[in-house]
């Protein structure tokens, strides 16, 4: 095996566990020194409709603080802001109160009492390291597993609020100096402690019965008044876990062993059947090319009666209808491709770590803006090619059309969740940056490379095309274009579900997506793939005397993107227990969103990849 080969399969795995930039340095504190606990949001995988931290009834400060926020965590619906949770270093506290009583009025106890029903998950950072819960699996009791966030309360007939937090600060020695630490640890776990249970004196307070199973529960009664006192305990242990492995815990899979043995046996399944169709289809072109080179003219005329892909010479490269959308999608699909490869190469280097959040959301988006110009110039070059006259409209509809689109959808979700005054509907001043980065950054680019790009010259085509178009005979059943391009869609989909799952269960069930090195295997393996079969469908269709192969190599490579919108119905009804009209407008509405940007991204590949094919075959044969 090639030593290079292994060198990079090498790097790409070790890409898995790559999180920080280098450079960048740990907090250390010193004994006493003190600890802000921040709140982020509160969540559920019910309504995946998050909320500000302070929506709810707890202890406010007398101001309260909400950090500069980047661009990704305005759009994730982080909204970081301080706590009354004092720490300091190294300093246990048994048992602390927030604040004093409070108490909640009818209308806010119902709603308390209904965010609890709704299972919605409480977050917050100490030292920018999430909270999380430890719990024990029961089928493999010597196993923890951690949960991010922790429980706002306990669902079921009564609504118990989780009122009492018991963290746990794990922290390691720094090397250069033993007096300081490092925090590689934050867990929370959460109590429900109902009135009386407590006996406060001061700020101070203590647990009336030892016996944790036998206090009182804090239950909140919906439509009435209820007093709830808030605390909290902290105890500090010492860990030997390292500061740059510290976000191990949160980034550990819970099915790690089916996680790796289904990539690798997919990718292995992908590769295996790749090879065949490649092995097939060079086989076959080089005995037909090198039996066409080998006649003489007399000859010529029966072997082109024998096999048609030669006979439409005259009309292969003739162009489609509709070029102006045709240019639009294949503009927009380089421009998806570019952010998507530069943003993958950046999440392997290291530098969008989970530790900075948004920050992937930020690079894809700005990135998105920035490729805008080589989409432009590789669409305005097409349409070039295609004998399009009108380079404006068709430039300003490539650098619309997706964002537009985007947009649209974006706003009307966004009303839905400013109605619900969710943290996750976006701030006017955030939809005005927005708009500015669309409207002076990717328009001007993907205009001005769509006008260099039609100003360069077309492609060279290697033969020419007749006046008169040829009439295609009827095709066989499975060579209809509905037909073929469903067929087309099956086997990319074969590349990419199972990593599709694990995709989706980091976005909807609020986890952590970290295996940027089997993404990058898996989308190498998926541009293979699209190409490959693609050629294979366009050379049948050639063969088939059948030369309308523009728009069909598009959509013969996105149409995988339809396996993938119905695999999202199936987890959604099989995997999600998402419940009421909001949340399944954005589930549905986001998936729609993500196939379709999968189909251009898709479908641009496998239209290059067809239009190198045809050129190559039609250049290596005599023409007269």
């Not at 430890?134 to 010597?142: A, E, H, Q, T």
């Not at 036998?214 to 860990?239: A, D, F, H, M």
Request: charged share 15%; with cysteine; hydrophobic share 45%.
């Amino acid at each position: 095996m090639n030593p290079g080969a292994v060198i990079l399969l090498a790097t790409l795995l070790h890409g898995v566990n790559c999180f920080y930039i280098p450079g960048v340095q740990p907090s250390e504190y010193k004994q006493e020194d003190p600890i802000n606990v921040k709140a982020v949001k509160m969540t559920s995988v019910k309504t995946q409709i998050p909320y500000d931290y302070y929506s709810l009834p707890f202890c406010v400060p007398e101001k309260i603080h909400y950090r500069s926020e980047n661009l990704g965590e305005v759009l994730r619906g982080d909204r970081i802001a301080n706590t009354l949770y004092t720490l300091k270093t190294k300093t246990d506290i048994k048992c602390e109160i927030v604040c004093p009583e409070m108490k909640i009025p009818a209308a806010e106890s119902t709603l308390l009492a209904q965010r609890i029903q709704q299972d919605y998950n409480v977050h917050m950072l100490v030292d920018n390291l999430p909270a999380a819960t430890k719990f024990v699996r029961v089928d493999k009791p010597s196993v923890a597993q951690y949960e991010h966030g922790y429980k706002l309360g306990v669902p079921g007939k009564e609504a118990l609020l989780n009122n009492h937090l018991a963290m746990v600060i794990r922290y390691h020695k720094s090397a250069n100096d033993p007096s300081l630490i490092r925090i590689v640890g934050f867990e929370v776990q959460p109590l429900s402690v109902g009135n009386g249970q407590l006996t406060p004196s001061g700020n101070t307070c203590g647990f009336k019965n030892t016996d944790m199973k036998s206090i009182k529960p804090q239950v909140i009664v919906p439509g009435k008044e209820n007093v709830v006192l808030y605390s909290y305990s902290v105890r500090w242990t010492e860990s030997t876990l390292g500061w740059a492995s510290r976000w191990d815990t949160y980034l550990s899979s819970r099915d790690g062993q089916v996680h790796w043995f289904s990539i690798i046996n997919s990718l292995t399944i992908v590769l295996f059947l790749s090879g065949i169709v490649a092995i097939i289809l060079v086989r076959t072109l080089r005995r037909d090319i090198a039996r066409y080179n080998k006649l003489d003219d007399e000859d010529m005329e029966d072997a082109i009666e024998e096999t048609g892909w030669k006979l439409v010479h005259g009309d292969v490269f003739r162009p489609p209808g509709n070029i102006k959308l045709l240019s639009a999608l294949i503009a927009t699909g380089v421009q998806l491709l570019a952010m998507f490869v530069i943003t993958l190469l950046l999440a392997l280097m290291g530098m969008l770590s989970p530790a900075s959040r948004g920050a992937l959301m930020s690079a894809a988006i700005f990135l998105f803006a920035f490729m805008g110009m080589f989409g432009g110039y590789m669409g305005g070059r097409l349409y070039r090619t295609l004998k399009g006259d009108n380079w404006k409209d068709t430039g300003v509809l490539c650098a619309l059309l997706y964002p537009g689109i985007v947009g649209a959808c974006g706003f009307l979700l966004n009303l839905f969740l400013w109605y619900k005054e969710s943290s996750a509907a976006i701030p006017f001043t955030t939809m005005l940056a927005l708009l500015a980065v669309w409207l002076c950054i990717s328009l001007p680019l993907v205009v001005g490379g769509f006008f260099f790009g039609f100003r360069k010259q077309p492609y060279d085509h290697p033969v020419r095309t007749n006046q008169i178009p040829r009439q295609v005979p009827e095709q066989v059943w499975y060579m209809t274009r509905e037909v073929s391009i469903l067929l087309a869609g099956i086997l990319p989909f074969c590349a990419v579900f199972i990593e599709l799952f694990f995709i989706l269960t980091a976005i909807w069930e609020n986890r952590f997506y970290y295996m940027f090195g089997f993404l990058f295997l898996v989308f190498l393996i998926l541009v293979i793939v699209c190409s490959e079969i693609t050629i294979v469908k366009v050379y049948f269709m050639l063969c088939g005397e059948n030369y309308h192969w523009w728009w069909r190599s598009w959509m013969l490579s996105a149409s995988s993107a339809i396996y993938i919108f119905l695999y999202s119905i199936l987890y959604f009804s099989s995997k999600l227990s998402i419940a009421g009209f909001v949340p399944t407008l954005l589930y549905f509405t986001y998936s729609i969103l993500m196939c379709a940007t999968y189909a251009l991204l898709t479908g641009a590949i496998g239209f290059f990849a067809s239009y190198w094919f045809v050129s190559s075959i039609y250049s290596a044969v005599k023409i007269d």
